[in-house]
């Protein structure tokens, strides 16, 4: 009798780990179903727009071709995706992407559309409110809220050696061409700091307390690693360059939001909260 009751004991445990395994296993496919879904569903909503939005002005131009960027990259990545994590990572691209087309409708003056899920690199970065103008190194850099002929290059937000830079629209791609022209870390910090130190770009312009925690945060963030032109994990959903490094060997989209964006562009400017 005793046998009996040790028998079916172990055939409902037995039982039982079969179907908790299953249910996992069920829970893992629905998850990665999901998250391929997703990811799907903003690159073709991206492709769409790349290929319907046209323009002759150079804010226009720039904007499309930092999406369509995103768009190859985002199509790449959904190609080699094998996990939740790199689907996430597709997404991300692909949102990042979305952020230029609705600069792109702005600088034609059409309705940008509804407004798109956060970027996890843009996060507590801001966005710019005015126009900033100052001389690095001999050399004009403007900002403002606004496209113009005289800025034309839109940045979503990212952080820049863990220094939050501020969504906006820039004269020139300094954190691209700064590293491009050997000036390295030094030269795209030294104009981060023209552009959104209040002692440099704007003297006695205050700037509220959520400044000193923002840079602090990318401080911290830094010190972790950094996020990757747009990477490494969604935990600030963030830090996407690492991983996207390690999942797809680097590229230009790293957090991407890595690669350019996201970290490897950088990242966001409302230093902590408040707006410039």
């Not at 991300?92 to 690199?121: K, Q, S, W």
């Not at 050399?139 to 403002?144: D, E, H, I, L, P």
Request: glycine share 20%; aromatic share 12%.
């Amino acid at each position: 009798m005793k046998l009996l009751l040790v028998v079916i004991l172990v055939a409902l445990v037995a039982a039982a780990v079969l179907w908790w395994r299953r249910e996992s296993a069920a829970r893992a496919a629905r998850e990665l179903a999901d998250a391929r879904a997703e990811a799907q569903r903003w690159y073709e909503r991206l492709g769409g727009q790349v290929m319907n939005l046209h323009g002759d002005e150079p804010a226009v131009r720039q904007a499309l071709v930092d999406a369509g960027e995103r768009y190859n990259a985002a199509g790449s990545q959904l190609e080699q995706a094998r996990t939740v994590h790199q689907f996430r990572l597709a997404r991300e691209t692909a949102l990042e992407g979305l952020t230029y087309t609705r600069a792109a409708r702005v600088a034609l003056g059409i309705d940008p559309g509804p407004d798109l899920p956060p970027l996890a690199a843009a996060a507590g970065t801001g966005q710019l409110t005015r126009e900033r103008e100052v001389q690095v190194q001999g050399q004009t850099f403007k900002a403002g809220p606004q496209p113009g002929r005289e800025t034309p290059y839109y940045y979503p937000g990212g952080r820049f050696q863990g220094r939050p830079v501020p969504a906006g629209w820039y004269s020139t791609p300094w954190w691209k061409t700064a590293l491009g022209a050997g000036a390295g870390v030094l030269g795209g910090m030294l104009i981060a700091d023209a552009l959104f130190s209040p002692a440099f770009a704007d003297p006695g312009y205050g700037y509220d307390a959520g400044y000193q925690e923002g840079f602090s945060d990318g401080a911290d963030y830094g010190d972790q690693g950094g996020y990757g032109d747009q990477g490494g994990d969604y935990g600030g959903e963030q830090a996407q360059a690492g991983d996207f490094g390690g999942d797809y060997g680097g590229g230009d989209y790293g957090g991407f939001g890595g690669g350019d964006f996201g970290g490897g562009d950088f990242g966001g400017g409302d230093f902590g909260g408040g707006d410039f």
